[in-house]
């Protein structure tokens, strides 16, 4: 783990299920990077990982609750455009068996520089295994800083691009929508400290139910 400073990854004890990576739905990405990664996987005995980043703030998620009838719920919250990033990797065994979640926050955006961290960390966790990482087309996924980082790990790290205007294709966005809509939804922090223990506690959650992470995968069109 690092240092007080330094954003930290929060690896989750892995899940455990049964069942490969098939693309049942969108045919350009399953004849292609993910049908190529499972076999890639299967072959190699590397782990499938789909990263994406994502953000919360003092301003709540807004969804629908109970009141009592006439009374309509007010949220009060900061305005506060402080923001806390998110980076999240869900990761698959090749052999379909087990998922695990791992998770860094830290202030202000990710760029190409503070996701190589991320990777490395994420490197540190999987220990010798090998990982075909899933992103999209963000700048800093494919900026020279990370080309050159990527090929660099080529020995234990590859990569498949998801295929632009798709963010339904990744699993993580519905681990976002997952904690945005429980622990999230409708807090009005005092303070960003207040939200991410809640983002935490969703993540915790998520990642103590083996059986979300495989649902959400399905839910992308994918299954094992």
């Known amino acids: 783990m690092a240092d007080p400073g330094r954003a930290r990854l929060d690896a989750a004890a892995p899940g455990e299920t049964c069942a490969g990576a098939e693309r049942d739905g969108d045919s350009s990405l399953g004849h292609h990077a993910l049908a190529r990664g499972k076999k890639n996987a ?4 590397a782990w499938i990982v789909f990263q994406d ?7 709540p998620p807004v969804r ?16 506060n455009w402080t923001k806390l990033s998110i980076a999240l990797a869900l990761a698959f065994r090749w052999d379909g068996r087990r998922s695990r979640l791992f ?10 520089v503070t996701l190589i961290d991320f990777l490395k960390d994420l490197k540190r966790h999987v220990h010798r295994h ?8 963000l700048p800093s996924h494919k900026s020279r800083v990370m080309a050159a980082y990527l090929w660099s790990q080529r020995h234990w ?4 691009r998801l ?5 339904d294709l990744n699993p993580v966005e519905l681990v976002w ?16 400290g207040e939200v991410e223990r809640a983002l935490r506690a969703g993540m915790r959650r998520v990642r103590r139910t083996p059986t979300l992470a495989f649902a959400f995968l399905q839910h992308a069109g994918l299954s094992f």
């Open 177 to 192: 929508g997952n904690v945005k809509g429980q622990e999230l939804a409708n807090l009005c922090g005092d303070h960003l």
């Open 163 to 167: 295929p632009g205007y798709a963010p």
């Open 42 to 45: 299967r072959r190699q005995r």
């Open 157 to 160: 790290l590859s990569v498949e």
């Open 103 to 112: 998770f860094q926050t830290q202030p202000g955006s990710y760029n190409d």
């Open 53 to 59: 980043e994502s953000g919360v703030s003092q301003r």
């Open 64 to 79: 629908r609750t109970w009141a009592l009838r006439g009374e309509t719920p007010v949220l009060i919250h900061a305005f």
């Open 130 to 137: 090998r990982i075909i990482l899933v992103w999209d087309g």
